[in-house]
């Protein structure tokens, strides 16, 4: 039986295939504007914290007023002008399906902007999975744990019945701050060998694998970090 009563799911790069379209509106921002270059692994490594935490990362000795620039720039792109595609991964809507069926609560925790993860939503039509989300306009970015413990909080669960699934070592280090358990997924930002040093209960290499896991039987809490492919 699974000691799990909530899912808590990150969304770039976890359910919804966004990294080359966050890359490329940050490019497009960044050249804009003239700033200095950054590379596109760059780039990525900052995907999952919050817009102004992943710009004073990029440029730490950039002041508040360029931050803000790029930030309005790289907001028009990603919304509106940059044609690159998102879109959810393959099974990701049957995933959700059948974990509902299955009895779980779903919740998102991003570093998205709230504009953004509502726009979002029902253009992909999952939005009635979830009983609540966290975005990192509205509170801590991750890995401060503080929009997991306030979705625990909403969901009146207890953080050992929650777990935390992400692609970055942002989402791991937050479930491990909130005290719960977390699943890494290798097939968004950041490596396997990075997020297994981040000690999550075990890494799966797809959507498939992920539904796997649901589905055979989950740890308890004596776990074993393994890998699985799908």
Known sequence: MSPYKLIVFDWDGTLMDSEARIVASMRSAIHDL???????????????????????????????????????????????????????????????????????????ATGKGRSGLDRILPEVGVAHYFCASRCADETASKPNPRMLL?????????????????????????????????????????????????????????IAALGDWFSGPVYDSARNVSCRHG
């Open 34 to 108: 003239s700033f200095p270059f950054r590379e596109d692994a760059q780039l990525r490594n900052v995907i999952g914290l919050g817009l102004p935490e992943a710009l004073a990362m990029l440029y730490p000795d950039g002041d508040k007023v360029m931050r803000g620039a790029l930030v309005e720039r790289y907001r028009h792109y990603y919304l509106s002008a940059d044609p690159t595609p998102s879109r959810l991964f393959e099974g990701a809507e049957e995933l959700l399906k059948k974990l509902r069926e299955q009895g779980y609560l779903m919740a998102i």
């Open 150 to 206: 306030e979705i625990i909080a909403q969901t009146q669960v207890e953080p050992g019945e929650t777990l935390m699934v992400g692609d970055t070592e942002y989402d791991l280090l937050m479930a491990k701050y909130a005290g719960t358990d977390a699943l890494a997924v290798s097939y968004g930002v950041h490596e396997k060998a990075r997020l297994q040093r981040c000690g999550p209960v075990d890494c799966v290499d797809s």
